[in-house]
């Protein structure tokens, strides 16, 4: 009787913890969470955020009716949506397999926190980012490798060039990042 009183008492902080799978609006959600990477390197952390509007997840238009994007679209659209911050964007790439409902992705610094951050923007100018905290190299080389993934290159402290991947995924609402490097 003693087990299942502390399995049901686990069971209630386990949904208290994580809201019964209810997300909190967007004026209540935290502006920056932080997440490690699993790299070696301290100077290389993982920084992700969600956008300031609401999560979309759903591909509402059929490969037929699609616009076709260009990097300048997406560049004004990431611009439109966060002209409040004091982003310098690097570089953008064209999701062309609109994977998980993404139409583009920007690569961009974020001096204050001192990141390189990439972000994944559905057809509308939602995005979702993830940060690096280590500094660009000169010849970035950001490109869209398909699924969800983009590679760019970042400068180690002895200033050279190591490779750097972020896997963006969404399911069930679910945002998650993945980030690799060949440190």
């Known amino acids: ?26 004026a209540e959600a935290p502006n920056t969470a932080q997440t490690a990477a699993g790299q ?5 952390q993982a920084v992700s955020a969600p956008s300031e509007e609401p999560m979309r997840t759903a591909i509402g238009q059929s490969e037929e009716t699609r616009k076709s994007w260009t990097k300048e679209d997406l560049r004004s659209l990431f611009a ?3 002209k409040d911050h ?16 993404r139409v583009g ?30 500094p660009l190299y000169s010849e970035h080389g950001f490109t869209y490798l398909g699924n969800g993934t983009v590679s760019f290159r ?3 402290e002895e200033g050279d060039a190591y490779d750097c991947r972020i896997t ?8 998650n990042f993945v980030v690799e490097d060949d440190l």
Not at 4 to 17: H, P
Not at 122 to 133: F, H, T, V
């Open 154 to 156: 970042l400068q180690t």
């Open 80 to 82: 439109d949506r966060t």
């Open 86 to 101: 004091d982003w310098e964007i690097v570089d953008c790439a064209v999701i062309s397999d609109f994977a998980f409902g």
């Open 168 to 175: 963006f995924s969404s399911e069930n609402g679910n945002i």
């Open 105 to 134: 992705a920007i690569l961009f610094l974020d001096h204050e926190k001192q990141t390189v951050n990439a972000a994944f923007l559905d057809e509308e100018g939602l995005y979702q980012m993830c940060g690096i905290l280590a």
């Open 1 to 26: 009787m003693k087990r299942k009183g502390t399995l049901l008492c686990l069971l209630a902080v386990f949904f208290i913890m994580t809201g019964c799978g209810r997300q909190k609006p967007a």
């Open 40 to 44: 070696d390197e301290a100077s290389s």
